[in-house]
């Protein structure tokens, strides 16, 4: 398995961009399809986008669709979150996540490596 850890949240305006930043440590990076999750204050934790392994593929839940973008660099065992056209509703904690199980990216229960969460506050 991997280990990661998040980085790059901060306090932005509303149509502000943020990048997030996912580092991860341990073997076979590359053999894990990455993703992220957000949990706002009082609500559940819910997918925001995932990708493959290679890259190849990604997936947005509708809430992000066409405004954020998910990227990763195996070769530097990162994975990032590019956040454009922030909104309040975006506020809330971020994770990285990782598995090495196939289907059910946006599945919770199917990640098996979590960071510890970045604060992203969308604010004027």
């Known amino acids: 398995q991997v280990q990661v850890a998040e980085s790059g949240g901060g306090v932005v305006p509303p149509g502000g961009s943020l990048r997030l930043s996912c580092s991860a440590s341990g073997r076979a990076f590359s053999r894990h399809i990455m993703a992220w999750f957000r949990q706002p204050a009082g609500a559940e934790r819910e997918f925001v986008a995932a990708?493959?392994?290679?890259?190849?593929?990604?997936y947005y839940s509708d809430a992000v669709e066409g405004r954020f973008t998910i990227s990763r660099d195996n070769a530097r065992s990162a994975a990032y979150l590019q956040m454009d056209s922030l909104i309040p509703d975006d506020t809330a904690l971020y994770y990285c996540a990782a598995t090495r199980r196939n289907g059910g990216w946006d599945d919770r229960d199917q990640y098996e490596s979590w960071g510890q969460g970045t604060q992203v506050t969308v604010s004027s």
């Open positions: 990708i493959t392994w290679n890259g190849g593929r990604a």
